[in-house]
């Protein structure tokens, strides 16, 4: 967690300088590291917000509970990962422990659904067919990302920035 609060420092100028830290710090560890930056937002429809940036071709996900006032949706892969196997599930749960041992949130961490998550598929079987639709397993850390919990809505953008990533694009 770095020292930066988004809502304060919403400027074009403070992402730059932020990401830039970022870029400093995969340079620092020598491999690249999950971005995540989290800001509580007026209420939003997670599925509306879902309809506006679907790209049929990107992996995306919609869940509700509407008894519990529940929704979230997130669309592209910031990072993405299969197995197959038996252990498909250890190998899933030590390369989510990587990628958190190095990754930086921001934000009002503590709401609902704030920072990095991650979200799984997974077949009964520990082997698919090669043909088949979906991996055996497969999580992934959406690039965009909107939950709403009761009239709480958190938006989170991640990314991940390596060593030599061009920051003021990516900004």
Known sequence: ILPVNPTENASPESLRGFLDQCRTRAREAGR???????????????????????????????????????????????????????????Q????????????????PLAEAFAGPHFFFAN?????VPEAAPFPALRWFVPRWQVARLGDGTVAVANLVITPDAPVDLMA
Do not use: K, N, W
Not at 57 to 81: I, K, M, N
Not at 123 to 127: D, G, I, K, M, R
């Open 92 to 107: 899933a749960r030590e390369r989510i422990a990587s990628v958190l041992a190095d990754a930086i949130a921001v934000g």
């Open 123 to 127: 077949a009964f079987a520990p082997t």
């Open 32 to 90: 690249p590291r999950l971005v995540s930056i989290s800001l509580a937002v007026d209420q939003l429809d997670p599925l509306a917000v879902l309809e506006s940036i679907f790209e049929a071709d990107q992996l995306h996900f919609y869940a509700e509970r509407p008894a519990q006032g529940f929704a979230v949706a997130g669309a592209e892969a910031a990072l993405e990962f299969t197995a197959t196997g038996p252990d498909r599930f250890r």
